[in-house]
Antibody, heavy 127, light 110 residues
Framework: QVQLQESGPGLVKPSETLSLTCTVSGYSISSGYFWGWVRQTPGKGLEWIGTTFHGGNTYYNPSLKSRVTISVDTSRNQLSLRLSSVTAADSVTAADTAVYYC??????????????WGQGALVTVSS | QSALTQPASVSGSPGQSITVSCTGTSSDVGGYNYVSWYQQHPGKAPKLMIYDVSSRPSGVSNRFSGSKSGNTASLTISGLQADDEADYYCSSYTASSTLVFGTGTKVTVL
């Protein structure tokens, strides 16, 4: 069965770049399917970050598109997320402190659903 | 893109049926049969419960069912059980080839 596990720094300073890795086991990323990231700010709802298909297009949330990069490393069977210029909870813009989930995307188009999900990684933005 | 609209909370007694709504626009919920529903228990990752409006993944109880009318999708839980108490989120594919989630609904079993 497919399993996903997020990893990366739990603390990032404001204005720096958040980097997370998702290790996939039980399935080769290069064999197909979509792979994506979703985040959840503390006590709030889910927000789709983006979805990629190995060898194909990558789709991003328009509100994050200028700051986010999703990529695949088939040699390590990993998915990665980079989010630049992160902001803290007291900023006037949307904060980036959240639990970040990676997940397998299924369905038509750019992927219409996620299953399964990783357990999630909490990233706090603070100086 | 704006989040899909869900009621903040819905409650019911054990054995009853409840329905959670998810309202979007003709560019997402109304335009595609790609609505999914996720269950999330506290501190856990979301779990896919319904996809493509009304399909159930293997292993999901048939007490969970989905439907759609116009720009509004619905999740119905019949025979409510204590373990159904969780947050539920809808999501939809959009005309921009993106995904959008709902605001989330806390289901309480009285």
């Amino acid at each position: 069965q497919v399993q996903l596990q997020e990893s990366g720094p739990g603390l990032v300073k404001p204005s720096e770049t958040l980097s997370l890795t998702c290790t996939v086991s039980g399935y080769s990323i290069s064999s197909g399917y979509f792979w994506g990231w979703v985040r959840q700010t503390p006590g709030k709802g889910l927000e789709w970050i983006g979805t990629t298909f190995h060898g194909g297009n990558t789709y991003y949330n328009p509100s994050l598109k200028s700051r986010v990069t999703i990529s695949v490393d088939t040699s390590r069977n990993q998915l990665s997320l980079r989010l630049s210029s992160v902001t803290a909870a007291d900023s006037v813009t949307a904060a980036d402190t959240a639990v970040y989930y990676c997940a397998r995307g299924l369905g038509a188009g750019s992927g219409t659903r996620f299953d399964p999900w990783g357990q999630g990684a909490l990233v706090t933005v603070s100086s | 893109q704006s989040a899909l609209t869900q009621p903040a909370s819905v409650s019911g007694s054990p054995g009853q049926s409840i329905t959670v709504s998810c309202t979007g626009t003709s560019s997402d919920v109304g335009g595609y049969n790609y609505v999914s529903w996720y269950q999330q228990h506290p501190g856990k990752a979301p779990k896919l419960m319904i996809y493509d409006v009304s399909s159930r993944p293997s292993g999901v109880s048939n007490r969970f069912s989905g439907s759609k009318s116009g720009n509004t999708a619905s999740l119905t839980i019949s025979g409510l059980q204590a373990d159904d108490e969780a947050d539920y989120y809808c999501s939809s594919y959009t005309a921009s080839s993106t995904l959008v989630f709902g605001t989330g609904t806390k289901v309480t079993v009285l």
